[in-house]
């Protein structure tokens, strides 16, 4: 099972019953070419030209992560 979650300060990232199956926290980075994110529209049109775009991810154990949403909001900046 996979959650995408942005980070917002009215949601929290951990479900409250964390023995649903969620083991893992996936943060990823994508870095655009020139810092200019891509256009869905353009890239399923192949309208953008072909470029490099670089995944930078990390995983963190569940039992990582605090248990407020204010703590969690705090975790995932300083990351």
């Known amino acids: 099972m996979v959650y995408f979650l942005p980070p917002s300060p009215c949601h929290s990232l951990v479900p409250s019953d964390r023995a649903d199956g969620l083991a893992w926290v996936v943060d990823m980075t994508l870095a ?3 810092g200019e994110a891509l256009d869905m529209p353009g890239m399923f ?3 953008c030209p072909p470029c490099h ?3 930078h991810y ?3 154990p569940i039992t990582d992560l605090p248990d407020t949403s204010q703590a969690q909001l705090t975790w995932l ?3």
């Open 32 to 34: 655009y070419p020139g």
């Open 45 to 47: 049109m192949g309208s």
């Open 53 to 55: 775009i670089h995944v």
């Open 58 to 60: 990390r995983a963190y």
């Open 77 to 79: 900046y300083d990351r």
